[in-house]
């Protein structure tokens, strides 16, 4: 077999659509086996379905995933694992946005589901994964944060706290399998506007051609970014080309961090 992650075996939360669903093809494209977690199970089993008719039976798997709960994550992951012949990467790609306001409009409601689907996801995933990684060494985990957890804005505090969180907490994992002495790597992505539905309510607002060339007006490079840029990122930190890189956060936001 052939590819950059060929023998790899991939779990991806939120691979129904957007970034997950291009990481998933990215992927499967390069040789791996991929199991599409998603809360959506009819869309993660269509695109299954769909890589399955493109790169053979036994590609893809996909599993209903409310990446909030626990009994969820447990069951996903032991299902892949039998499916897969183990699992040896781990992207923790789903979560949500909202237009929030700012911290004196945002409800805590609010707030601890952007918390809870955006920084438990990774918790639960990791805390439940890593038995299944050490198992099949060299092991990554791909956490996708965003630009939003570096850089903060005055209107979304719940987002920009929770993809911070999404960030430190890639780098105590790394550490934590480092000091177990495990090949077991773990490092964020930090995209900004990507072409996917979660820029929708901004182009229902706006219109799409004027709510995209907005939002690229403010990355140096001119446009917002496409979902196989961020796959290009993610098959790179799941592959042995990455394995001396753990704890490091990788920024794919068209410059928009160099200002």
Known sequence: ??????????FITGAAQGLGAA??????????KVALADINAGGASDRADALNAKHGAGTAFAYALD????EQWIAALEA??????????LVNNAGISSREGGIEELSLEGFRKLMSVNVDSVFLGAKHGIKYLAKNQPGSIVNISSIAGLIANHTSPGY???KAAVWLLSKNIALHCAKKGLDVRSNS???????TPILDPIRNMFGKDE????LGRQVPLGRIGKPEEIA???LYLLSDESRFVTGAELKVDGGISAM
Do not use: Q, Y
């Open 80 to 89: 892949a694992n039998a499916a897969l012949g183990g699992i040896s990467g």
């Open 232 to 234: 290009a990122a993610a």
């Open 189 to 195: 992505i930090h995209p900004t506007f990507i072409d």
């Open 211 to 214: 709510a995209e060339a907005k």
């Open 67 to 70: 990446v909030t709960n626990e």
């Open 23 to 32: 990481m998933a093809a990215a992927c499967a494209a390069e040789g791996a």
């Open 160 to 162: 920009n706290a929770s």
């Open 1 to 10: 077999m052939v590819g950059r992650v060929a023998g790899k075996k991939i």
